[in-house]
T-cell receptor, first 112, second 114 residues
Framework: GQSLEQPSEVTAVEGAIVQINCTYQTSGFYGLSWYQQHDGGAPTFLSYNALDGLEETGRFSSFLSRSDSYGYLLLQELQMKDSASYFC?????????????FGRGTSLIVHP | EAGVAQSPRYKIIEKRQSVAFWCNPI?????LYWYQQILGQGPKLLIQ????????DSQLPKDRFSAERLKGVDSTLKIQPAKLEDSAVYLC????????????FGDGTRLSIL
């Protein structure tokens, strides 16, 4: 099966940079994704890493190290609207198919 | 493009009753997922369809949950009979084919069991 570990909560101030870590254990591996979910809302896709290294999308960047089974999401120039839950998700092998498993989520609280 | 549509938005039932949720994915998305999200946790995959075939349902409690996607487009998820621990948000997501494709989620159905 698959399992993921990420911090339950992170706090930061507006304008700062914050990093949310994710470690995973999986049978087979087909990419690490990040999703954002505001309270009462639907998860929305942020980024995807299949290969080692950094992927940048505006203020958000995501990093993957397959040898360490580790990734992180980096949020720069934090804004109040970034207060939300952030989930890492991996695709691992189950019954011959790569299926998604989500972490428990990290609640990011941005203070003014 | 229109997003993933789900209904109802909210549902309150008593334990041992049955309930059904409906999902209409984004047009052209062959892959459809149903998730259960308990408060304070991440989405847990219940079942994944590719067109009208089941890719994985290993975490679906088959004694009480069932899902279908008969024509490879919209889908229904049913719980019969419901238990108190089924109180959760049920999310539907869809994607283009391929493990690297992002999932697009609907707003979910918030189910409360009394």
């Amino acid at each position: 099966g698959q399992s993921l570990e990420q911090p339950s909560e992170v706090t930061a101030v507006e304008g700062a940079i914050v990093q949310i870590n994710c470690t995973y254990q999986t049978s087979g591996f087909y990419g690490l994704s990040w999703y954002q979910q505001h309270d009462g809302g639907a998860p929305t896709f942020l980024s995807y890493n299949a290969l080692d290294g950094l992927e940048e999308t505006g203020r958000f960047s995501s990093f993957l190290s397959r040898s360490d089974s580790y990734g992180y999401l980096l949020l720069q120039e934090l804004q109040m609207k970034d207060s939300a839950s952030y989930f890492c998700a991996v695709r691992g092998l189950s019954g011959g198919s790569y299926i998604p498993t989500f972490g428990r989520g990290t609640s990011l609280i941005v203070h003014p | 493009e229109a997003g993933v549509a789900q209904s109802p938005r909210y549902k309150i039932i008593e334990k041992r009753q049955s309930v059904a949720f409906w999902c209409n994915p984004i047009s052209g998305h062959a892959t459809l997922y149903w998730y259960q999200q308990i408060l304070g946790q991440g989405p847990k995959l219940l079942i994944q369809f590719q067109n009208n075939g089941v890719v994985d349902d290993s975490q679906l409690p088959k004694d009480r949950f069932s899902a279908e996607r008969l024509k490879g487009v919209d889908s229904t998820l049913k719980i019969q009979p419901a238990k108190l621990e089924d109180s959760a948000v049920y999310l539907c997501a869809s994607s283009l084919s391929g493990e690297d494709q992002p999932q697009h989620f609907g707003d979910g159905t918030r189910l409360s069991i009394l």
